[in-house]
């Protein structure tokens, strides 16, 4: 009877160990990334979504700064710096069709100048006015001209708009440039496209010129796919200016596996008839809030409906993110696709990406997340090396804490921040508490009872064979 017991304490024993393991084996600290030596007291590194695979809060509220013996640092998280991008300006200017063979009275003229062809050769008028007597004349078009001879700065694209259809959704187009009508001289050639459906697009117009002030008076657009009954209708030279005003762009992919339901899960949260889709689920290891997602079909040519959805937990039902259109052609040599979709801050990291059917066995899509980059500012205490860690067992908010000290600090202070790179130190996923397995109190509580109850029968079975002996 007491080896009995004894071996009944001992299970009791290992499943209480088993419960509280996670809670009391692990660390309280523990460091992701590290930061060497620095010169100045004032230190400040990029965040990633990297640093999300580790927090169990999408806030960051457990991250902690501490330096060589483990103290804490003030610090504070803010929006990346800015990175340079461009704006561009845009300029009006005259473009003329020509057709081939074509004569004054048959001349297609849109503005500007007169323009005649004969034998091969264009001659250009001085005078510059619409001529309303032959505008209405209409003759196969050879090729446009485009007048830059007003045009006092360099160029470094053209962007032209023409109807959207079906027989002039790609365009391919030689361009060349000219100063005297006769002599060309060849610049490059490109395609063009324009997409459209369910009021969704996909537009590539753009021709990149890099052209100096005053190099070309003319240029030839040469259209020899999609060129038939193409009516262009705005040319503009375009123009980019570099501004410091974007933050750093954080982007990563995920790779997804074809999903078990093939039915979408729109229909099914709404109990109604079965709509057959190719639809594919993934799951990513961090909770980095995200404002944006894409899709990477790769090399398949696709233009039709696409429906995004995303949830927490696979216990949660999926929620709509996304539905519309999405492009994915090849334009020339390279293959392009709708912009990226704008989303309010999602932390969720299981998603599922609906198609048509159709591209079922074909396609592999990615799932692509945007974000903007943070950046962390720490005040150094010249006890390098300095670690950025997650407390796995705090209850406080560490951020807002250390945002408040921090804010303290550098009143009157004009810092000259020291930008350095933060080294990953690629901790175990597993010593996270995110990660770890969660036994609720309910779990714990029927495992208790159960084997108190298996435990109460042995004992009753091993008193009753004992009085069956002894009453033998």
């Known amino acids: 009877m007491s080896s009995i017991k004894k071996y009944l304490s001992i299970i009791g024993m290992a499943l209480g160990c088993s419960v509280g393991f996670s809670a009391l084996c692990s660390a309280e600290i523990i460091p992701v990334y590290k930061i060497d030596a620095t010169t100045g007291s004032y230190i400040q590194t990029t965040l990633t979504h990297d640093i999300y695979r580790y927090s169990a809060d999408a806030q960051l509220t457990d991250l902690v700064v501490t330096d060589q013996q483990g103290n804490k640092l003030p610090y504070r998280i803010s929006a990346s710096d800015t990175k340079v991008s461009v704006k561009t300006q845009q300029t009006p200017v005259r473009f003329f069709p020509v057709p081939v063979g074509a004569s004054p009275e048959t001349l297609l003229v849109l503005s500007s100048a007169s323009i005649r062809l004969d034998d091969n050769e264009i001659s250009v008028s001085v005078e510059k006015g ?24 360099h160029a470094d694209s053209l962007a032209i708009l023409w109807p959207i259809n079906d027989a002039h959704q790609y365009l391919e187009v030689e361009v060349s440039g000219t100063n005297d009508m006769t002599n060309w001289t060849p610049i490059t050639n490109t395609t063009l496209v324009q997409l ?12 990149a010129l890099n052209l100096s002030e005053m190099q070309y008076a003319y240029l030839r657009l040469k259209f020899t796919r999609g060129g038939d009954n193409l009516k262009l209708t705005s040319v503009h030279i375009e123009n980019t200016h570099q501004i410091a005003n974007t933050p750093a762009a954080d982007t990563w992919e995920v790779q997804g596996t ?22 594919w689920e993934f799951e990513r290891d961090d909770i980095a809030p995200v404002n944006k ?9 696709y233009g039709d409906r696409i429906t995004i959805f995303s949830r927490h937990s696979s216990k ?3 929620q709509l993110v996304h539905q ?25 990291t299981q998603w599922r990406v609906e198609l048509n059917e159709l591209v079922r066995t074909s396609a592999k899509p990615t799932l692509v997340f945007h974000r903007t980059a943070q950046t962390l500012q720490f005040i150094a205490n010249n006890s390098a090396p300095y ?7 705090t209850t406080t908010d560490h951020q807002a804490v250390s945002a408040q ?9 004009d810092a000259q921040w020291e930008s350095v790179t933060a080294a990953p130190l690629n901790p175990d996923l597993d010593s996270f508490a995110r990660h770890q397995v969660h036994i609720s109190w309910k779990t714990i509580l029927f495992w208790l009872v159960l084997i108190s109850a298996v435990g109460a029968l042995v004992w009753v079975a091993v008193r009753l064979v004992g009085q069956m002996k002894h009453a033998q």
């Open 130 to 153: 619409n001529n309303t007597a032959i505008t209405g004349q209409t003759a196969p078009t050879d090729f446009y001209v485009v007048d830059l001879s007003d045009l006092k700065t």
């Open 196 to 207: 459209q459906k369910e009021g969704e697009y996909l537009t590539r117009n753009k021709i």
């Open 258 to 279: 074809l999903a078990e339901k093939q039915d979408s899960a729109m229909l099914a949260e709404r109990h109604t008839n079965h709509l057959p889709v190719a639809a």
């Open 293 to 301: 997602i894409s899709i990477d079909l790769g090399n398949i040519q």
């Open 316 to 318: 949660q039902p999926w």
């Open 324 to 348: 519309g259109i999405w492009f994915n052609a090849q334009v020339g040599s390279e293959w392009q696709r709708s912009d990226a979709v704008s989303i309010y801050s999602n932390s969720d």
């Open 387 to 393: 670690n950025i860690a997650i407390d796995n067992q």
């Open 405 to 413: 000290i921090f804010s303290q600090l550098m009143i009157g202070k």
